[in-house]
């Protein structure tokens, strides 16, 4: 006889498992929602914010000049300026976060970025010492300063240009590698900072050195302080920009609060259809990428986002970039974002490299612009269940507007966007992280079939011994019926032995004639 007891563990041991494995297989999303969750949201010492702060990803930067090939035409209105594209210079970005700080009261945490930017000589077609033509990038954002200046301190300005004779530099030449990330100085720039900076607060300038790129290399402080949210409180606000230089606005856009990603995430899971955006403190502002279609990235399923015309377009045409253009800032036609304020007053403006998908009139203005999908569309890719990143090709240019002044070396010129620089921003997934992201969907089935059998063996667990029983019962039953069945009857008493027939014997019949005889 089976104990009691063990028939109940048994059972009760097959309910759990069953109602368990059911509801795992019901419910596998949301648990895997919750798990990766509980894994993702940034707290100290955790696993995924070691790899926040370093991050393990291939980062490496290709950078073209652009070489300005007849300066000497400047105020030529019939010759348009020539550029003449040079690179990629190639540097590999190692990126680390730094100064980290965490505030339990608001689930965020504050960190400062820095980023060492070591060159690739093999990987790249030009060399540092490449020589480089540009417009007088001080000098045009000086001009551009003047124009909100007093007459006095303009007249100042212009007899202090004329003094160290600097006003007649339409065009530098420098190294490419000062142009970039090493710098260069001039006599203006060591003047003004002689100047006590209450007394010209206009020339006040926080560097040493001017460059494109400088003083990115190693430093802390181009980035700014960084303010984004941990995922504790709101998990769609992990990774999303909180405050940057201690503001939740900028200082050229106090209209737009900040918002977009930071870099590393996105609301998860991702959404077919729903478009992603970034901050971005090269160019001070949020940029949105629109979402275009599905692909498969060595083996995994990825999600593209893509630059669009609508995402670079002006607040006319797109009304969400409106607040970043009010007051007095300078409106132009779509493809170009103003981003002066972000250069200390320069009218430096942003666009996909060669004016692509901007309006015609930069690259009729300009020779040697030659816009091109593949080379210049930018282009996000990520994983959607983790919002990881696969790869990224950030492309995006730097140009300068030099205008016809009333005065100046620039007084005879041509309104012109004059392209700079443009960077090849390039971010793809390690083949360590992307073995883990491809294990993903392999751990999915693996739980759906586990959580099957799960089901039928509780199943089996929970209905055993009720079949046992049931099996035994009914086979005692046929038992006793084949018992009855097979039993050996009582032999029939034979027709002699009959008490009816005792004493009457057998008398056959006589024949008619015979009985009258």
Request: hydrophobic share 40%; aromatic share 12%.
């Amino acid at each position: 006889m089976i104990g009691k007891q063990r028939i109940l563990r048994t059972s009760v041991a097959g309910l759990l498992l069953f109602s368990f494995s059911l509801c795992s297989v019901l419910y596998l999303e949301s648990i895997e929602r919750w798990v990766l969750e509980w894994f993702m949201v940034l707290r100290p010492n955790a696993l995924i914010t070691s790899l926040w702060e370093s991050p393990s990803m291939d980062i490496h930067v290709d950078l073209y000049m652009f070489n300005w090939t007849n300066s000497e035409h400047i105020n030529n209105h019939t010759v348009k300026p020539h550029f003449q594209e040079f690179g990629p210079y190639r540097f590999k970005e190692t990126m680390q976060k730094v100064n980290v700080v965490w505030h339990n009261e608001n689930s965020t945490v504050s960190y400062k970025r820095r980023s060492r930017f070591d060159f690739d000589e093999a990987a790249s077609a030009g060399r540092l010492t490449d020589p480089m033509v540009a417009p007088n990038l001080l000098i045009v954002g000086i001009y551009q300063k003047m124009l909100n200046w007093s007459p006095m301190l303009r007249t100042l300005m212009l007899m202090t240009l004329n003094l160290y004779g600097k006003e007649k530099e339409t065009s530098m030449v420098r190294p490419a590698g000062d142009w970039m990330f090493n710098g260069f100085d001039t006599p203006l720039l060591k003047m003004s900072k002689m100047l006590p900076s209450n007394l010209m607060p206009e020339l006040d300038f926080p560097y040493e050195k001017i460059g494109y790129a400088y003083p990115r290399n190693g430093s802390m402080e181009i980035y700014g302080h960084h303010n984004v949210h941990t995922g504790r409180q709101d998990f769609n606000k992990l990774g999303q920009i909180a405050r940057w230089r201690y503001n939740n606005v900028t200082d050229s856009s106090p209209r737009c609060r900040l918002k977009g990603s930071a870099g590393e995430f996105h609301p998860i899971p991702l959404v077919k259809g729903r478009n992603i955006s970034y901050f971005l403190p090269d160019i001070c502002r949020e940029l949105e990428v629109d979402y275009v279609g599905t692909t498969i990235f060595e083996g995994v399923l990825g999600y593209v986002y893509k630059g669009s015309a609508r995402n670079v377009a002006n607040g006319t045409d797109n009304p969400q970039n409106s607040c970043y253009c009010q007051d007095n800032c300078q409106e132009v036609r779509s493809g170009l974002l103003n981003i002066s304020s972000c250069w200390y007053g320069a009218p430096v403006f942003a666009s996909y490299p060669h004016f692509y998908q901007a309006d015609s009139y930069y690259v009729d203005h300009v020779d040697g612009m030659k816009p091109d999908k593949e080379r210049h569309e930018l282009v996000v890719i990520l994983e959607p269940k983790t919002g990881m990143i696969l790869e990224i090709k950030a492309r995006i240019m730097a140009s300068l507007l030099v205008e016809p002044r009333t005065s100046g070396i620039y007084r005879k010129s041509r309104r012109t966007f004059f392209p700079l620089i443009w960077a090849d921003y390039n971010v793809r997934i390690t083949p360590d992280l992307l073995t883990y992201v491809k294990l993903i969907p392999i751990v999915e089935i693996m739980g759906k079939v586990c959580g099957c059998l799960g089901v039928a063996m509780g199943l089996v667990l929970l209905l055993w011994y009720p079949r046992q029983m049931l099996w035994q019962k009914h086979l005692m039953q046929k038992i006793e019926i084949n018992s009855l069945d097979t039993r050996s009857p009582e032999p029939l008493k034979g027709v002699e032995e009959s008490p009816l027939l005792i004493g009457l014997q057998y008398v056959p019949a006589i024949k008619e004639g015979a009985r009258a005889s």
